[in-house]
């Protein structure tokens, strides 16, 4: 079992800067694939960032790439967003989620096991 806490949301101005963390409870989170996710009023969970357990693969949304950056500290448990240039339009809830390694890495809602609660993250224009 891995529990997965998100913290580092707030209020921030566009073109502003926020980094999330993600911080996760149980022995097996270094062997974990770990991917952000986000939800804006109104839609639906959409992917943003994966990194995979090592650290060595990351693949991002097209919406972010560019502007957001993963990295994870095994040592401490830990994965990070670090958001840049951030928009109006970056506003939602965002999530951290984790699973088992897959050969394919995962960019979908479906194919992640274990979740955080969320942070809010609103950038203002």
């Known amino acids: 079992q891995v529990q997965l806490v998100e913290s580092g949301g707030g209020l921030v101005q566009a073109g502003g800067s926020l980094r999330l963390s993600c911080a996760a409870s149980g022995r097996t989170f270094s062997s974990f694939e770990i991917g952000w996710f986000r939800q804006a009023p109104g839609k639906e969970r959409e992917f943003v960032a994966v990194i995979s357990w090592s650290g060595i693969i990351t693949s991002y949304a097209d919406s972010v790439k560019g502007r957001f950056t993963i990295s994870r500290d095994n040592a401490k448990n830990t994965v990070y967003l670090q958001m840049n240039s951030l928009k109006p339009e970056d506003t939602a809830v965002y999530y951290c989620?984790?699973?088992?390694?897959?050969?394919?890495?995962?960019?979908?809602?479906?194919?992640?096991?274990?979740w955080g609660q969320g942070t809010q993250v609103t950038v203002s224009s």
């Open positions: 989620a984790g699973r088992t390694p897959r050969p394919q890495i995962g960019r979908d809602v479906r194919d992640y096991e274990y």
